[in-house]
């Protein structure tokens, strides 16, 4: 019988997780790995560092699914990698626990349904492109007037910052940052 390791994330500094680590502590814990960091990222010390010192037989507990993965397909792709080496997953939130029969299914369960929504979107894209040609609209992003990037790479020269100057000239502020990239990256 394994160790019972908790993970515990936060995703930014002033959160604190110390309220995760007690419920993992509570649930067994022998060793909890923390990260601070969003969701958005798989890019999680803790994370990797509480996978390289797991070993067969050993469970990754957590006190809630959303804190390992944002999105159901991540969670599969987790929980397939923990299963091809003999880790079990445990969720004391969603009572889920891969360790058990009952457990497995009900991640099978969720990775058919992920299958199926993923399936589901692509129709609809694929029919609202479609539908949008029949009426003559050109689906995908509009193209960016060049007038506004101008306007908007002026005001930044005369030293307002470039979310104020996407604001003043109604661009959208990421947008403004992907061109200033482009330009700062492309070949002069």
């Known amino acids: 019988m394994g160790e019972i390791l908790g993970y515990a994330r936060v995703s930014t500094g002033d959160q604190d997780v110390s309220g995760q680590e007690l419920r993992l502590q509570q649930a ?7 990260d601070v960091r969003s969701g958005r990222t798989m890019d ?3 994370l990797i560092e509480l996978l390289a010192y797991a070993r067969t037989g050993d469970t990754l507990a957590v006190v809630r699914l959303d804190r390992l993965g944002r999105s159901l397909g991540e969670l599969l792709a987790v929980v397939t990698s923990l299963k091809d080496r003999g880790i079990a997953l ?4 969603e009572r889920i626990d891969t360790g058990s029969a009952a457990g497995e299914l009900v991640f099978h369960v969720f990775g058919a349904i992920a299958h199926f929504e993923r399936r589901l979107i692509a129709e609809r894209t694929r029919d609202g492109i479609a539908a949008a040609r029949a009426e003559g ?7 960016l007037d060049p ?11 005369g030293g307002l910052s470039p ?24 070949p002069r």
């Not at 609209?137 to 193209?143: A, N, W």
């Not at 996407?166 to 200033?180: D, F, H, I, K, P």
């Open 137 to 143: 609209r050109k689906p995908g992003r509009r193209p």
């Open 163 to 186: 979310s104020k100057a996407a604001r003043q000239v109604g661009l959208g502020r990421s947008t403004l940052y992907r061109e200033l990239s482009l330009t700062a990256n492309s």
């Open 90 to 93: 445990l969720s004391l939130e």
């Open 44 to 46: 999680r010390p803790g």
């Open 28 to 34: 067994g814990a022998a060793k909890i790995f923390t």
């Open 147 to 157: 007038e506004k990037l101008q306007a908007a790479k002026t005001l930044i020269r």
